[in-house]
């Protein structure tokens, strides 16, 4: 195994391109904090990412770094957003995670789709971080709409690069710490020609990718950008993506602001329902997505610490809950009793977090500190 191309760090040259690529090398990049290295063996070129290179006398066969990458990647899509969690019908679950599988094949069997994924980084560079969740939530969307599985194929490659062209955008504006100027917005708008530019170059895998590249910022009762289209003119993968997009976008980390909860998010998605989003998919979005997970944990404004059970689609904001811990922290062990938020208004949400186990002795205070997202 060689080093395909020059290696640098800091504007230092570490390793030359063609260096060969021994155990005892790759072990001294790891400690200098190298994350991923573009390598050729064979007749192949790849990008190794931290973690998926073992220490060992030969490289694993393509198939096995194939299966190594996506495991990866879907490692990095938060938990609560993952279809078992976040879908509410178990046949949705199934389709989207056929689907998932479907999208890593032809990810794998195409050069430059491959490229996109290596220059995105696997989504972890700050603008793309929550392109995973807008992907995952639009494929829930999308089968819960009944599509095929081919027309979920296309919406699920046209979801996960969309946003591709932030990587465009100068990294200063998009870590500016406060309000942007008119001229920096309209840097930052850019992005939709940037993307739909690097992707009408994969356009053999179908139209849609480009186009919803360049539509998702689009709204349904105009006032969007770049083309101000309205109402169905705007393709329904972009609809779906926009929609999802925004959602992904309050439940993640900014450089200015901390996420949101799910139902500051959804009051927010509310509100926008009159001016940007489409009435048509924002209803399939709380038919077939729960805003609170399965796995979510909540303290509640009496202090009491309880599970949702069931989250309905015209109170979603209000679920049904199993109340499992009291106001100390002690579990009701047998006397744990169930709730329902929508039917009495005075008891509120007052924090929220999954966590894959809770030790029995879970404090209120520990629950207001736990981050949904971790």
């Given at each position: 195994m060689t080093l395909g191309r020059n290696l640098e760090m800091n504007g230092r040259l570490l390793l030359r391109h063609g260096a060969v690529l021994d155990p005892e090398r790759i072990g001294k990049l790891g400690k200098f904090g190298v994350d991923y290295v573009h390598v050729v063996f064979g007749d192949e070129d790849l990008d190794i990412y931290k973690g998926l290179l073992c220490c060992q006398?030969?490289?694993?066969?393509?198939?096995?770094?194939?299966?190594?990458?996506?495991?990866?990647?879907?490692?990095?899509?938060?938990?609560?957003?993952?279809?078992?969690?976040?879908?509410?019908?178990?046949?949705?679950?199934?389709?989207?995670?056929?689907?998932?599988?479907?999208?890593?094949?032809?990810?794998?069997?195409?050069?430059?789709?491959?490229?996109?994924?290596?220059?995105?980084?696997?989504?972890?560079?700050?603008?793309?971080?929550?392109?995973?969740?807008?992907?995952?939530?639009?494929?829930?969307?999308?089968?819960?709409?009944?599509?095929?599985l081919p027309t979920l194929l296309d919406l699920s490659l046209s979801a996960l690069f969309y946003d591709i062209g932030m990587l465009k955008v100068p990294q200063d504006i998009l870590s500016k710490p406060g309000r942007l100027t008119e001229l920096e917005f309209a840097e930052i708008k850019k992005h939709v020609y940037f993307g739909r530019r690097l992707l009408e170059a994969v356009s053999d895998f179908g139209f849609s990718m480009p186009l919803v590249s360049f539509e998702h910022h689009e709204h349904y009762y105009g006032g969007g950008y770049p083309k101000n289209k309205r109402g169905d003119s705007i393709h329904e993968f972009s609809q779906i993506v926009g929609l999802t997009d925004k959602f992904a976008a309050l439940m993640t980390t900014r450089f200015h602001r901390d996420r949101?909860?799910?139902?500051?998010?959804?009051?927010?998605?509310?509100?926008?329902?009159?001016?940007?989003?489409?009435?048509?998919?924002?209803?399939?979005?709380?038919?077939?997505?729960?805003?609170?997970?399965?796995?979510?944990?909540?303290?509640?404004?009496?202090?009491?610490?309880?599970?949702?059970?069931?989250?309905?689609?015209?109170?979603?904001?209000?679920?049904?809950?199993?109340?499992?811990?009291?106001?100390?922290?002690?579990?009701?062990?047998?006397?744990?009793?169930?709730?329902?938020?929508?039917?009495?208004?005075?008891?509120?949400?007052?924090?929220?977090?999954?966590?894959?186990?809770?030790?029995?002795?879970?404090?209120?205070?520990?629950?207001?500190?736990?981050?949904l997202l971790d």
């Open positions: 006398d030969k490289p694993p066969d393509y198939h096995h770094l194939q299966c190594t990458i996506r495991d990866t990647f879907l490692e990095l899509v938060p938990a609560w957003a993952r279809p078992a969690n976040c879908a509410r019908d178990e046949k949705v679950i199934k389709l989207v995670n056929t689907t998932i599988e479907h999208t890593f094949e032809v990810i794998f069997s195409s050069r430059r789709l491959f490229e996109l994924l290596r220059l995105s980084r696997m989504f972890q560079l700050e603008p793309l971080k929550h392109c995973p969740v807008t992907w995952m939530y639009s494929l829930c969307v999308g089968a819960g709409l009944g599509y095929s949101f909860q799910p139902y500051q998010a959804y009051e927010m998605l509310l509100a926008q329902t009159k001016t940007a989003v489409s009435p048509r998919i924002f209803v399939a979005f709380l038919k077939h997505v729960l805003l609170y997970p399965r796995g979510s944990r909540f303290r509640l404004s009496t202090g009491e610490i309880a599970v949702p059970l069931d989250v309905p689609i015209k109170a979603p904001t209000r679920p049904r809950v199993l109340i499992t811990h009291s106001a100390n922290g002690h579990e009701l062990l047998g006397l744990q009793r169930e709730h329902n938020l929508a039917a009495d208004p005075d008891l509120r949400i007052e924090s929220f977090a999954i966590m894959d186990q809770y030790p029995s002795n879970i404090s209120p205070e520990d629950i207001e500190t736990l981050s």
